[in-house]
């Protein structure tokens, strides 16, 4: 294991840390702002304003997974119905994207699915579309399963992400690809034992390229979701050497990452949409963003002095 992978995995470890938590509550708010739009839609909205007008696109996140009882479940289904209204009232270029234990997933898989369905009904009357996220294993196949139920229902307006770390994935993407369901592709960003996952980042990214090339090969639209420049780089080349247009896929990044490049790729006219999350719950989007990368961790540290 390197020393990435190292830091990766005792980041993820304490942050389920009862003490840790809860000083990072305490102080970690402001910190944690880098990556946040906001506490509302209203302060989100005009942010989206903001990179739209830079050529970016958003994906629009309300922070919230985990929940402990339905009525929770409840509350978020009506919040991203506000917010899918929201973005249709305010004209701007988002599309949505949640969580599915946010929906209820974790407690009952029905709910979340009539949950999911709501605001995938919604989004549809608006001609939005609504990116269901991946989290960690024992939601994978119940989260692929929703999808599929979706589009088998005739609300096409809905796609998930596939993590290139997971064993399962080549065969998840080729049902996926037969299905059309528009995919984000994604390295992963959950724990994950090595019953399961890769555990090398080289085989990570071989397994990512991988699927990136099942995707423009086979003319299917997807999303290239990395700030890891080996693969970027690499998707623009492929894409160049084998004639494939720039409207054919889509880079996305994440709020506060990276941003001036995020404007670069724009100005090169590539498609990058940035996922934006805002709300009250930031504090386990946060350590996954901080279990990436140490130099999320350095950027927190400086800003404590700002
Ligand atoms: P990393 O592996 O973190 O970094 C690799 C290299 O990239 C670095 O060495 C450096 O060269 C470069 N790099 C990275 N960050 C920076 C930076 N800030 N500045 C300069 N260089 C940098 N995961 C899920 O499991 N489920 C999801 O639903 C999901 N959705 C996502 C949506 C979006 C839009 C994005 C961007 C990520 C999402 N992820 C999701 C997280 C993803 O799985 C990875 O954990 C995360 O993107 C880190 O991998 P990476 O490829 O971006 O680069």
């Known amino acids: 294991m390197d020393s990435t992978e190292l830091y990766r995995k005792v980041l993820l470890s304490i942050s389920g840390n009862k003490l840790v938590e809860k000083l990072s509550l305490q102080y970690g708010k402001k910190l944690a702002g880098k990556f946040i739009a906001g506490d509302t839609l209203a302060e989100a909205l005009a942010e989206i304003e903001i990179l739209n007008s830079k050529g970016i696109m958003v994906t629009l996140d309300h922070l919230g997974e985990g929940i402990k009882q339905l009525s929770e479940a409840t509350g978020y289904k009506e919040e991203y119905i506000r917010l899918v209204n929201g973005i249709a009232e305010g ?22 699915y009539d949950n999911i369905r709501a605001v995938v009904s919604q989004a549809r009357k608006h001609n939005n579309f609504v ?3 991946m989290e960690d294993t024992p939601f994978t196949q119940a989260t692929i399963d929703i999808v599929l139920r979706l589009h088998a229902e005739g609300l096409t307006n809905v796609g998930t992400v596939i993590q290139a770390y997971l064993f399962r994935t080549e065969e998840d993407v080729k049902q996926l690809i037969e299905a059309k369901v528009n995919l984000r592709l994604v390295k992963g960003a959950y724990k994950e034992p090595g019953t399961v996952a890769y555990q090398q980042m ?20 997807t999303a290239i979701a990395s700030h890891d420049d080996r693969i970027i780089h690499w998707v623009k ?38 996922y934006m999350p805002y709300g009250t719950m930031w504090y386990p989007y946060y350590t996954r963003r901080l279990a990436e990368k140490p130099a999320n961790l350095w950027m927190v540290v400086k800003n404590m002095f700002k």
């Open 91 to 112: 004209n701007v270029n988002s599309n949505v994207s949640l969580k599915p234990t946010q929906m209820g997933l974790a407690l009952n898989k029905e709910a979340c």
């Open 131 to 133: 990116r269901i996220d």
């Open 202 to 221: 080289s085989e990570v990214i071989d397994n990512y390229k991988k699927i990136i090339k099942m995707h423009l090969d086979g003319g299917v639209y």
């Open 237 to 274: 080349e492929y894409a160049a050497k084998n004639g494939i247009s720039k409207d054919a896929f889509e880079f996305q990044m994440l709020y506060g990452l990276r941003m001036n490049d995020q404007e670069q790729l724009a100005k090169e006219g590539f498609r990058i949409r940035c």
